[in-house]
């Protein structure tokens, strides 16, 4: 099947967003294809099939909500679900809804630029048949919050000899680290999972960290099949109350200060929470991310947790994250992280202390130690929210360039649309809750308000729909004052892209909570999409 040359929607990406745009575009009556660079669907979960990926929110809420029967009919085996059942998952949908045919694999889109004369964007692809251009009404960018893969800029990355993986962009095969000596650069969330499963199998492993992160046992085991049956009962109201709360999942913050309660009781409140696992803990008290004593009491909290779990005093304080508020930086959910660190065959080394140099043929050179390896895995992230926009060449009203109009930081109205690039919407893109929520439930809302809002200009009789600057303006101003209300802009996160040298730091998501930025959306939508200029 060819690439058609004029669609009236094109979308890029086949995640989660991309997959569940499709849908609803076919349900509008729309033309549409979606372009997909990977030869499988599954956006994060086609790319991260590092060991031990797996997803931070708990399996019957990491899922679409748009289809009661899907909802009945499929069974997640564990708590948090692991990559190749999400996968497995991505997968179904896209069969079950019959999306695979209008989706081109392998096919990445390397430019899009609008036609003012027509009101059309033309969106270069490459593709398994060559170069392809192809005409749409509507673009809408699906590309992933985490889905553009940062490579370390360190001297002699590429003259290692032995084998070079990034977790980010991990080979379809499995890989077996059997007798071989692995070492692993970064302790985000990737290689806080990936580091307990390299560690089984590998003679040797060296972690080389920089900044330790704050991390929190999952307590993941195979899925309660009461608490699974009454979820299923309840879907309705549980994913109802999802879309009102602070993070798109089905329970709320406690609605009390830890500063108002003495030392002794928010320790209470902190044991209480801790075997629920996960979020759990840093949804114990309101006033985490607002008030530094309190957040400094979970901090001595988790810094306890991690003495009792690592044998060795002076590993344990290298772990421990003194340079951070807790969940200033996303909080890790993992599986015997800690505990890791305990087995004979694991290293930890501070590479604040003694620095890589450079990467040679053979392992990694510090400033006073050379670590011969077999296997180097890189585990440093991703170029976040904005990476795989900018790797596009997409030029908006007057041949307008986003990389120029980002050149100072992320630029968005209500992180779904961008001043001077009409008929383009982004899907979780920066000024939204995206990475601070549930995904699924952020994405579902952002897809549903652009089928809407394409339903508004259909039966307005109008071509086209951009973002007022002054509008645009207005919210990346809100979005910065929020976040100064908070701790977050105190941390150097990649949510400020500071784990990307020369990024501009601007916090990019949208602080205010699931319930309150969907009630602004749809209060917009009320107000005939108020900030949006149609015509």
């Known amino acids: 099947?060819?690439?058609?040359?004029?669609?009236?929607?094109?979308?890029?990406?086949?995640?989660?967003?991309?997959?569940?745009?499709?849908?609803?575009?076919?349900?509008?009556?729309?033309?549409?294809?979606?372009?997909?660079?990977?030869?499988?669907?599954?956006?994060?979960?086609?790319?991260?099939?590092?060991?031990?990926?797996?997803?931070?929110?708990?399996?019957?809420?990491?899922?679409?909500?748009?289809?009661?029967?899907?909802?009945?009919?499929?069974?997640?085996?564990?708590?948090?679900?692991?990559?190749?059942?999400?996968?497995?998952?991505?997968?179904?949908?896209?069969?079950?809804?019959?999306?695979?045919?209008?989706?081109?694999?392998?096919?990445?889109?390397?430019?899009?630029?609008?036609?003012?004369?027509?009101?059309?964007?033309?969106?270069?692809?490459?593709?398994?048949?060559?170069?392809?251009?192809?005409?749409?009404?509507?673009?809408?960018?699906?590309?992933?919050?985490?889905?553009?893969?940062?490579?370390?800029?360190?001297?002699?990355?590429?003259?290692?000899?032995?084998?070079?993986?990034?977790?980010?962009?991990?080979?379809?095969?499995?890989?077996?680290?059997?007798?071989?000596?692995?070492?692993?650069?970064?302790?985000?969330?990737?290689?806080?999972?990936?580091i307990p499963v390299i560690a089984e199998q590998a003679q040797n492993l060296q972690v080389f960290q920089r900044t330790p992160n704050f991390s929190v046992p999952a307590f993941n085991g195979p899925i309660d099949?009461?608490?699974?049956?009454?979820?299923?009962?309840?879907?309705?109201?549980?994913?109802?109350?999802?879309?009102?709360?602070?993070?798109?999942?089905?329970?709320?913050?406690?609605?009390?200060?830890?500063?108002?309660?003495?030392?002794?009781?928010?320790?209470?409140?902190?044991e209480e929470h801790w075997p629920k696992g996960g979020f759990r803990i840093s949804s114990c008290f309101n006033d985490l991310m607002r008030n530094q004593e309190s957040n400094d009491s979970l901090a001595s909290f988790v810094r306890n947790k991690i003495d009792q779990m690592v044998h060795d005093p002076k590993i344990a304080q290298l772990l421990k994250p003194y340079d951070h508020p807790v969940t200033g930086k996303r909080i890790c959910v993992d599986t015997n992280y800690y505990a890791t660190y305990n087995r004979d065959n694991v290293e930890l080394i501070d590479v604040k202390s003694d620095p890589i140099q450079e990467i040679t043929a053979h392992g990694i050179q510090t400033e006073d130690h050379f670590f011969e390896l077999d296997t180097i895995v890189v585990a440093t992230g991703f170029d976040a929210m904005t990476g795989a926009m900018l790797h596009m060449d997409i030029r908006g009203r007057g041949g307008a360039s986003l990389r120029e109009h980002w050149e100072a930081g992320a630029r968005t109205y209500l992180g779904l649309a961008v001043a001077g690039f009409p008929n383009m919407f982004t899907i979780a893109g920066p000024g939204s809750p995206s990475v601070l929520s549930n995904m699924l439930t952020s994405i579902e809302q952002h897809v549903e308000w652009i089928s809407d809002h394409l339903v508004h200009l259909r039966e307005g009789g109008y071509t086209s729909s951009e973002a007022a600057t002054v509008a645009e303006d207005e919210w990346v101003d809100h979005v910065r004052e929020l976040?100064?209300?908070?701790?977050?802009?105190?941390?150097?996160?990649?949510?400020?892209?500071?784990?990307?040298?020369?990024?501009?730091?601007?916090?990019?998501?949208?602080?205010?909570?699931?319930?309150?930025?969907?009630?602004?959306?749809?209060?917009?939508a009320s107000r005939d999409y108020e900030g949006f200029v149609l015509k």
């Not at 109350?241 to 928010?266: L, N």
């Not at 941390?491 to 319930?515: D, E, H, Q, T």
């Open 225 to 270: 099949q009461q608490w699974y049956r009454e979820i299923k009962e309840n879907y309705p109201e549980l994913r109802e109350r999802s879309r009102h709360t602070t993070m798109g999942i089905p329970f709320q913050r406690r609605d009390q200060a830890a500063i108002d309660i003495s030392e002794e009781e928010r320790e209470q409140v902190f």
């Open 1 to 194: 099947m060819a690439l058609p040359n004029d669609v009236d929607v094109l979308v890029v990406g086949a995640g989660f967003s991309g997959l569940y745009m499709l849908h609803k575009l076919r349900g509008l009556g729309l033309s549409a294809v979606a372009l997909e660079k990977g030869d499988g669907v599954g956006g994060t979960w086609y790319w991260n099939r590092y060991p031990g990926a797996r997803c931070d929110v708990e399996s019957p809420y990491y899922s679409y909500s748009f289809d009661a029967d899907l909802e009945q009919e499929w069974e997640w085996t564990e708590r948090y679900p692991a990559q190749p059942e999400l996968l497995k998952y991505i997968n179904h949908v896209a069969d079950r809804f019959e999306l695979r045919k209008d989706i081109f694999l392998e096919t990445t889109a390397v430019s899009a630029v609008f036609d003012e004369s027509e009101n059309l964007w033309t969106v270069t692809s490459i593709g398994p048949e060559g170069g392809h251009v192809t005409r749409a009404r509507y673009c809408i960018m699906a590309t992933g919050c985490l889905s553009s893969a940062r490579m370390p800029n360190i001297p002699g990355l590429e003259s290692f000899q032995g084998q070079l993986l990034h977790t980010g962009m991990w080979p379809h095969e499995e890989i077996d680290f059997t007798g071989q000596r692995v070492g692993v650069i970064g302790t985000g969330s990737s290689g806080i999972q990936a």
């Open 483 to 524: 976040s100064e209300k908070t701790l977050f802009p105190s941390a150097n996160s990649w949510y400020l892209g500071a784990n990307v040298p020369g990024k501009p730091r601007v916090f990019m998501p949208y602080i205010g909570g699931v319930g309150r930025y969907r009630a602004h959306c749809t209060d917009i």
